[in-house]
């Protein structure tokens, strides 16, 4: 079954990651470029890892996982390679705190997964194959990229800007689609 696409605001979800390895450091930088509402839990963290909770100031525990940590965390990422213990994790979050949890490369053990995505300014695309190839989904995503200019964020301010200040309605709809419209239709010509 496909995942349901959808863009969750954090500022108010505590987010848990157990692990301090290459791939914990990987969603750690993923997730700070919307919250540092993170804490870590993790016997040995990775020089990155380290420098990255470091700089934003998050809240770091030097110890293994143990039953119930995952308690008034909203979003859970386990991110270690010991299979029993995503099983474990992902069991108790059913049980216990009804938390969303992400166990890395192990969907039996994900109430969702991370896609590769495009983050400028406002803007973010997301691109999945629901797991069936993350390579694919880098590639295309990377292609993307390509094609959206680095104007995107000032476009977005000034949208907003017009949303703000116009009053609701057809004529704004129309005006913004339109304006839209043209911005998109800039890029055919570089």
Same mark, same amino acid.
């Given at each position: 079954?496909? @995942? !349901?696409?959808? !863009? =969750?605001?954090?500022?108010? %979800?505590?987010?848990?990651?157990?692990?301090?390895?290459? %791939?914990?450091? $990987? /969603?750690? $930088?993923?997730?700070?470029?919307?919250?540092?509402?993170?804490?870590?839990?993790?016997?040995?963290?990775?020089?990155?890892?380290?420098?990255? =909770?470091?700089?934003?100031?998050?809240?770091?525990?030097?110890?293994? @996982? /143990?039953?119930?940590?995952?308690?008034?965390?909203?979003?859970?990422?386990?991110?270690?390679?010991? %299979?029993?213990?995503? $099983?474990? =994790?992902?069991? $108790?979050?059913?049980?216990?705190?009804?938390?969303?949890?992400? &166990?890395?490369?192990?969907?039996? @053990?994900?109430? !969702? %997964?991370?896609?590769?995505?495009?983050?400028?300014?406002?803007?973010?695309?997301?691109?999945?194959?629901?797991?069936?190839?993350?390579?694919?989904?880098?590639?295309?995503?990377? @292609?993307?990229?390509?094609?959206?200019?680095?104007?995107?964020?000032?476009?977005? /301010?000034?949208?907003?800007?017009?949303? /703000?200040?116009?009053?609701?309605?057809?004529?704004?709809?129309? !005006?913004?689609?339109?304006?839209?419209?043209?911005?998109? &239709?800039?890029?055919?010509?570089?």
């Amino acid at each position: 079954m496909a @995942y !349901f696409p959808a !863009f =969750i605001k954090l500022d108010n %979800i505590s987010i848990l990651i157990v692990g301090g390895g290459y %791939i914990a450091s $990987e /969603k750690l $930088e993923h997730l700070l470029d919307f919250t540092s509402n993170i804490k870590v839990i993790a016997p040995e963290l990775s020089l990155h890892m380290k420098q990255m =909770i470091d700089e934003n100031n998050l809240v770091y525990e030097d110890r293994v @996982y /143990k039953t119930a940590d995952i308690n008034k965390f909203g979003v859970v990422i386990v991110a270690v390679d010991d %299979i029993p213990l995503q $099983e474990q =994790i992902f069991n $108790e979050a059913k049980l216990l705190s009804n938390c969303l949890v992400n &166990s890395v490369d192990s969907v039996n @053990y994900c109430d !969702f %997964i991370f896609p590769s995505y495009i983050k400028k300014d406002d803007l973010t695309i997301a691109v999945s194959t629901s797991g069936s190839s993350p390579a694919m989904a880098k590639h295309l995503r990377r @292609y993307l990229q390509n094609l959206i200019p680095n104007s995107i964020g000032d476009f977005l /301010k000034e949208m907003k800007n017009y949303r /703000k200040t116009m009053p609701k309605g057809k004529d704004r709809m129309e !005006f913004l689609d339109k304006k839209a419209e043209q911005y998109i &239709s800039t890029w055919e010509n570089n």
